[in-house]
Structures are given as structure tokens and as C-alpha cells.
């Protein structure tokens, strides 16, 4: 990139040990460039960074006074503070890596801007996480929407390159990373995901290859494997390794040349005992930046399952997995349809414990579960007894449904015959024989209610 654009002003925010800018100053001298460069940041960490003491700064300002002090500078304060430094259209490239929230970052790019150059190149890095609070891939999607001249890499946590502007089409990178077919863009993804695997590589065998000594309390980082089922197993000669730095979400991605969906796909998270979170696992074919196949962490049914020496510590999620051994597998059902080379992509944070630790976990899991299932079984016994009342009273409603229904039954016959006899009744009162005896009737009555004589 140096190359292609011969900058004259870079500007980074966000440096931290300097890996990526250092990468930039490095470029600057072997091209012998008249060029400046500012790292600007306050050395003292974020939520995502993690917080650190002067450690960091000592050793960064060491290297830089050691090999790039003739045009490179610190500054040691906030990004906003360090806005007024810098007049509008005077940077080249500018590399933003701060805090990854997306009210950050969004505020970051809107407000250094108008400080870079037309045609000038702005990079973002960690456009592809979207766990946790990330929003720089929200940005990214604005940013996408809203300038001509894009470009992302996915490996690694992924990185941004838009261009301000219109950029001079002046070299190879510059044509295909704006202008380029989608399977040279492609093959140059993959050209940076291979050398960048290769420089791992090295580094992890050689921490001194980057010309300074490594902070003696550097946590060595995690391997990482991806096994493709080769359909009569899993083999070393076909996975992927991918470094994983410990403790934090990291975004790792695998390009296979070989057919992915013969069988099920093996992840292994390390080889010693640990606390690991699975985020997401996207696969993509082809040029397309939109997954074939997605298994979300946010997925209420994840074809995950674990194998070797770890389990899923917990029934309802299959996103948190206790490794307890050296062996620890997750195991990833992916559809058969899936058989042609693809790109892996897999957000990992993994937490190293030592075996006691892990013990005390799972004792504590085992008695949480053991609880848990002891609530299930008397929440059960209750349900079956609550049931049991129900059906009960039921029963006991059903007869005492029957005995009200029997004796409106016989109320039903009393009063129907009730009014047969009224019936009967009214036509003796209304006949003719009625009214003829009627004298008789009365007389009867006044020689019954005469006066008895006593004896």
C-alpha cells in the first residue's frame, strides 16, 4: 500500500505496541519516502484493549527512537486532542484502531475526515467482529453505502480500505483493490491470508525475528485448528493453524482449497485446559461476501457439539465448552451441500485454566446441575400432585354435577305433574257437573261447621 499511494503523511490512531505502524514506518524507509508519520494515542488502554501501565509506551517510544526517530513521531494524547495538529486535506493514509464501539469509531472517521486528502486512504481496522459492543462493522456498512472506492479483508478481526475521493489508478493494487474483477479481488484476499499465516508462522518460532525482544511477560498465543473431514477421517496434512491471542474475542479466518462439507467440521480450541466461548461460525463461498452457512451465537439451536477432552458444561447453550484435557474438539455439523473449497470464519474467546480451576468448575457445574435437576424432579412431583387435586375435584365436580342433574330431573317430573293436577282441576271447577252440586256443596259445608253437641 505504502508503495502504491507514496504518501507523504501518515497518521494512525490507536498504536498500542505498533505492530501496524511500525509495518508503515518500515515501508516508509525501505522506499526511502519523504514522508512523515504520527502515532497518536494515550498509551493507556480501553475496554477492549485492556488497561496497561507505562510499560507499553517505554517500549514502543524505545523502538521508535531506535530506528525511526529521523520522521516519526508520538503523540501521547487523546484523538481529539491531537485533531488541531493536523490541517484538512494533509493526510495521505490514515490507519484508525481505537476503541471498536460503534459511537466511537463512527465519531473517529467523521471527525478526521476532512483531514485527509482527496484521493487519500483511510483504513478501519476490526470490521468483522459483531460480538459483544463491536460497531465497527456497522460503520463499515455506512461507509460502503456511502463512498465509491471500497475494499475488505476478512482474515485476522478484518480491515477497511476506502479511498476519499477519487484515487489514481496508478498501480497494480490501487486496480484491483477499486477497479479489479471479484475473482482478482478474491485471489488478493487470499494472497494476504497466506503471507499473513506464513508471518505468524515465523514469529511464533522466532519472537526475536521482529528486531526486539519480547515483554517478558508475554502470554504465548493459542493454536487454533480446523480439521475438513478428507471423508475417511480428519487429518494433520489438512487442517489449518491460526494463532488466538488468550483471554479475548478473536475473529480467525480458514481458506480451504479442498471440499469442506463431507462430513462434519472439527474445531480444536488449544490443547490444554480452558474456558471457551463460540461465537459465530460463518462459511463463504466463491466472491460472495454474504455466508452460505451461518451458525449464530444468537441461534436458539446450534449444530455444535463437543469432543475429546471437553464437554458443554451446560444443557440449554452449546456456545461455552470446558476443555479439561489436551484434546478438546468442537464438532460442526455442517450441510452436505457445502462440498467445494470455502472460507471458515469463527469468533473464539479462550480463556487458558489450570486443572484445578476446571476441577472446581465442574464440581461447581456438576452441583449447580445436580440442584437444578433435584428443582426439576420436586417442581415435577409437585405438577403431578397439583394434577392429581385436579383431577380429584374434577371427579367430585362430575358428581356433584350428576346428583344436580338428577334432582332438576325429579323437579322436572314434580312440577309436570303439578300441572297435570292443576289441569285436572280447573276442569272439574269449570264443568257442568261442578255447578249443579255447587247448593249441595255449601249446604254439606254448613252442616259440617255446625255446633257439635256435648255428650
Known amino acids: 500500500m505504502i508503495t502504491a499511494i507514496q504518501p507523504s503523511l501518515i497518521v494512525e490512531l490507536g498504536t498500542h505496541w505498533g505492530e501496524a505502524y511500525f509495518t508503515f514506518c518500515q515501508a516508509v524507509e525501505e522506499q526511502s ?25 517505554d ?46 469509531v463512527s465519531r473517529d472517521f467523521r471527525a478526521w475526515l ?22 465497527v462493522w456497522r460503520l463499515w456498512d455506512e461507509i460502503k453505502s456511502e463512498f465509491g472506492d471500497t475494499f475488505e479483508f476478512h482474515h485476522s478481526w478484518g480491515l477497511g480500505v476506502v479511498a476519499k475521493g477519487r484515487i489514481g489508478r ?37 519472537p526475536l525475528a521482529a528486531g526486539r525482544p519480547a515483554p517478558a511477560n508475554t502470554v504465548p498465543d493459542i493454536r487454533v485448528q480446523v480439521f475438513p473431514y478428507a471423508g475417511h477421517g480428519y487429518s494433520e496434512e489438512s487442517c489449518q493453524i491460526r494463532p488466538l491471542r488468550p483471554g479475548v474475542w478473536e475473529t480467525l479466518t480458514f481458506d480451504f482449497r479442498i471440499p469442506i462439507g463431507l462430513g462434519p467440521l472439527r474445531i480444536d480450541p488449544g490443547s490444554e485446559p480452558a474456558l471457551v466461548e463460540i ?14 452457512w451461518e451458525c449464530r451465537a444468537s441461534s436458539k439451536e446450534r449444530k455444535l457439539s463437543a469432543a475429546g477432552t471437553s464437554r458443554l458444561p451446560f444443557s440449554d447453550t452449546s456456545s461455552f465448552l470446558v476443555s479439561f484435557g489436551d ?9 452436505p451441500e457445502l462440498s467445494s473449497p470455502a472460507k471458515v470464519t469463527i469468533s473464539l474467546r479462550i480463556v487458558p485454566a489450570s486443572k484445578q480451576a476446571i476441577a472446581l468448575f465442574e464440581s461447581f457445574t456438576s452441583q449447580l446441575t445436580h440442584g437444578i435437576n433435584r428443582l426439576e424432579q420436586q417442581l415435577k412431583l409437585q405438577t403431578e400432585q397439583h394434577e392429581q387435586q385436579v383431577a380429584s375435584l374434577q371427579q367430585d365436580v362430575a358428581a356433584k354435577t350428576g346428583q344436580l342433574t338428577a334432582v332438576r330431573y325429579a ?23 261442578w255447578r249443579v252440586t255447587a247448593p249441595l256443596r255449601k249446604l254439606m259445608a254448613l252442616i259440617r261447621s255446625g255446633p257439635r253437641q256435648s255428650r
Open 114 to 135: 476532512p483531514k485527509v486528502k482527496e484521493g487519500g486512504i483511510i483504513l478501519l481496522h476490526d470490521i468483522s467482529p459483531r460480538h459483544d459492543d463491536f460497531g
Open 327 to 335: 484434546d478438546p474438539q468442537i464438532i460442526v455439523a455442517v450441510p
Open 33 to 57: 519516502l519523504s514522508c512523515l508519520c504520527y502515532a497518536v494515542d494515550h498509551w493507556q488502554g480501553d475496554e477492549h484493549a485492556g488497561l496497561y501501565g507505562e510499560e507499553v509506551f
Open 170 to 206: 496508478n498501480s497494480a493494487l490501487t486496480e484491483i483493490l477499486f477497479d479489479g474483477s471479484s475473482s482478482a479481488r478474491e485471489n488478493l484476499r487470499r494472497h494476504y491470508v497466506i503471507y499473513a499465516s506464513h508471518l505468524e508462522n515465523i514469529l511464533g518460532r522466532f
Open 279 to 292: 461465537g459465530d461460525v460463518l462459511i463463504h463461498h466463491g466472491n460472495s461476501e454474504d455466508p452460505t
Open 411 to 433: 323437579l322436572d317430573e314434580t312440577q309436570q305433574k303439578l300441572r297435570v293436577a292443576e289441569d285436572i282441576l280447573y276442569g272439574v271447577q269449570h264443568s257442568l257437573s
Open 59 to 104: 517500549e514502543v517510544n524505545d523502538y521508535n527512537t531506535r530506528y525511526y526517530r529521523q520522521f516519526s513521531y508520538l503523540l501521547r494524547r487523546s484523538f481529539d486532542d491531537a485533531l488541531p495538529q493536523f490541517a484538512d486535506d494533509s493526510i495521505d493514509l490514515l490507519h484508525i484502531d481505537g476503541l471498536h464501539t460503534y459511537e466511537a
